[in-house]
Each structure stands twice: as structure tokens, then as C-alpha cells.
Antibody, heavy 121, light 106 residues
């Protein structure tokens, strides 16, 4: 069955860096685009970044552009989010999500359980 | 594109009908309009894609409808497990979520 398992979250000071990982299993990883979505405590969902199945096309929200970089290792079936220059407003649970293109439809069909990033001095 | 969900909170009793709205700031491709359910401490769960197609195994009390700028998620008869937060998503760059509607027990 499809599984997405995030890791790498923790408590860091403002300005620090952190790298999140999302290990995939149960499907052919290199045929799916993957995205990161975050959720600040008690708040709604916010799209963060996305990467195409081959790792070539990358997309970023304005709020993280220039600070966050997403990448993937299709051999290791792992998605990454490198977060630099972390700010208090980056505090959130970070989810990885699998993108699905079904005929003319587009959506996220599977999500990981999330990893919590806390930015605090 | 901004997605505005209303109401922010819906207080209803089990067995009642819930009607959730998602309004886009401009016309969007309904193929890219998606609904998710999220319960506390859990990841979002896919409910509806393409504005009206139910995800596999979703009970038929959940119905999605709408086009252009106005989309609706209807839960015909609320079950105890349906009390949660619901989000709409426009799946296109930049990917945009609505702010959510909380369906709570009255």
C-alpha cells in the first residue's frame, strides 16, 4: 500500500536550516510529482513547494521562494525539502503529498502523517 | 486565485444536512477543484476531485457540485465521523487552499 513517511522536523532557532525527508513506498515513485503542504498550529493548509516526477520542474510558494528548495532522489524514493533562513512564521506541520493525474483531473491522493517544525528562540 | 470558503464554522446535529461553499476569485477549471476532510491530528483525506467525483470508497452522502467560480460540498445526513474541517483546493500553480470550514456538533 502507498506510504509516505516524513522526518527531519524539530525545534530550531530563527535563521537556522533544516532538511525534511519524505520516504515513499508502495508505488512507482518516479512516475509521480510530489508536493509539500504545511499547516501552522490551529491554521489551515498552505501549499509550499512541488517537484515533477523527474525532478526537473520545481515550484515554490512566494512565502518560501529563495529560502526553501525541494528535490528528490528517485533511486532512494525520497523527497526532500531544504529549508534555510527559517522564520517563526515557518512553524508548522509539514506534509508531503503525492500528486495524481487521472484523465483531466488533478489532485493529491496520498499524504504523509506530517513532521512538525518549530522555529523559536 | 483566492478560494473563499463559507461559512467558517457550521454547527449541526447528526442526521442534518451540511452545505459547504467554496468560491473562487475567478473562473477556474472544475477538473482541478478538490475537497479534503481533516480531523485533528490527522493528514487531510481526499473526498472529491474534479469538483464532483467521489474518491474511492467515499459514502454517497458526500456530493460535490459547481463550476466556474462557485463550488459546493454537500453532506446529506451527517454521521458522527463527519464532524471535521473541510478544505477546498485549486490544483494549479500556485496551488491554493481555501481557509477551511469546520463542521462541529451542535
Amino acid at each position: 500500500q502507498v506510504q509516505l513517511v516524513e522526518s527531519g522536523g524539530g525545534v530550531v532557532q530563527p535563521g537556522a536550516s533544516l532538511r525534511l525527508s519524505c520516504v515513499a513506498s508502495g508505488f512507482t515513485f518516479n512516475t509521480y510529482g510530489m508536493h509539500w503542504v504545511r499547516q501552522a498550529p490551529g491554521r489551515g493548509l498552505e501549499w509550499v513547494a512541488g517537484v515533477s516526477n523527474d525532478g526537473i520542474k520545481k515550484y515554490y510558494a512566494d512565502s518560501v521562494g529563495g529560502r526553501f528548495t525541494t528535490s528528490r532522489d528517485n533511486y532512494r524514493e525520497t523527497l526532500y525539502l531544504q529549508m534555510n533562513g527559517l522564520r517563526a512564521e515557518d512553524t508548522a506541520t509539514y506534509y508531503c503529498a503525492r500528486t495524481r493525474w487521472l484523465d483531466d483531473y488533478r489532485f493529491y491522493d496520498y499524504w504523509g502523517q506530517g513532521t512538525l517544525v518549530t522555529v523559536s528562540s | 486565485i483566492v478560494l473563499t470558503q463559507s461559512p467558517g464554522t457550521l454547527s449541526l446535529s447528526p442526521g442534518e444536512r451540511a452545505t459547504l461553499s467554496c468560491r473562487a476569485s475567478q473562473t477556474i477549471n472544475s477538473n482541478y477543484l478538490v475537497w479534503y476532510q481533516q480531523k485533528p491530528g490527522q493528514a487531510p483525506r481526499l473526498l472529491i476531485y474534479g469538483a464532483s467525483t467521489r474518491a474511492a470508497g467515499l459514502p454517497d452522502r458526500f456530493t460535490g457540485s459547481g463550476s466556474e467560480t462557485d463550488f459546493t460540498l454537500t453532506i446529506s445526513r451527517l454521521e458522527p465521523e463527519d464532524f471535521a474541517v473541510y478544505y477546498c483546493l485549486h490544483y494549479d500553480n500556485p496551488w491554493t487552499f481555501g481557509q477551511g470550514t469546520k463542521v462541529e456538533i451542535k
